[in-house]
């Protein structure tokens, strides 16, 4: 079993439609969750993290964390064509303190 | 723009060749952290530096080392370079002091071993 888990996709969503990507992770001692967007040739950036239970938002994302599940979620609203991209969960064992473990990416394709 | 730079952004090298890699710290991070990203995979953990000390390593063998200075930059060296290490190579900046401890990601450095 994986660490972290994330269906690779392609993920394709209408624009301006709601994108829902998703990850759920082995380690119960997780306590820190992190959502990176990656540009092909680019590197990681970090649109989201979150440490509680529940959602998070921040402008169009939404975070969702259950711990109990073992499941976090990023909810993209008003897509657009910008937002086209592979997402990249990253679980941290404590908060924010050595390694990040990352699932492979959701590739998520918004279509005009 | 995170603030972490690293150097080079390209790379050529042979198989069995020795490779330095460089990264620059966003200022106010202590914590240097390296991650390699295969194409198509999402980045693995090599190793982190705090306080100019290893803490923590992935699973990776011995020919992967580093260094972290006193102005928190670090370097990545690989040993006996193997087709397999031709990946992208990020560096990862944070504050191990803060709360958060939240790692900032530089650009890169695309390594193709030939």
């Known amino acids: 079993q994986k660490e972290v888990e994330q269906n690779s996709g392609p993920l394709s969503v209408p624009e301006g439609a709601i994108a829902s990507l998703n990850c759920t992770y082995s380690?119960?001692?997780?306590?820190?969750f992190f959502w990176y967007r990656q540009y092909s040739g680019k590197s990681p950036e970090l649109i989201m993290f979150i440490y509680s239970n529940g959602d998070k938002e921040d402008g169009r994302f939404t975070a969702q964390l259950n711990k109990a599940s073992q499941y976090v979620s990023l909810l993209i609203r008003d897509s657009q064509p910008s937002d086209s991209a592979t997402y990249l969960c990253a679980v941290g064992p404590r908060q924010g303190a050595q390694k990040l473990v990352f699932g492979q990416g959701t590739r998520l394709t918004i279509n005009p | 723009e995170t603030g972490v730079t690293q150097s080079p952004t390209h790379l050529i090298k042979t198989r069995g060749q020795q490779v330095t890699l460089r990264c620059s710290s966003q200022s106010g991070h202590n914590t240097v952290s390296w991650y390699q990203q295969a194409l198509g995979q999402g980045p693995q953990f090599i190793f982190q530096?705090?306080?100019?000390?290893?803490?923590g390593r992935g699973n990776f063998p011995p020919r992967f080392s580093g260094l972290q200075f006193p102005n928190y930059s670090s370097e990545l060296n690989v040993n006996a370079l193997e087709l397999d290490d031709s990946a992208l190579y990020l560096c990862?900046?944070?504050?191990?002091?803060?709360?958060?401890?939240?790692?900032?990601f530089g650009a890169g450095t695309r390594l193709s071993v030939l």
């Open positions: 530096y705090y306080r100019e000390e290893e803490n």
């Open positions: 990862a900046s944070s504050s191990r002091d803060a709360a958060k401890n939240i790692q900032y």
């Open positions: 380690d119960r001692g997780s306590q820190s």
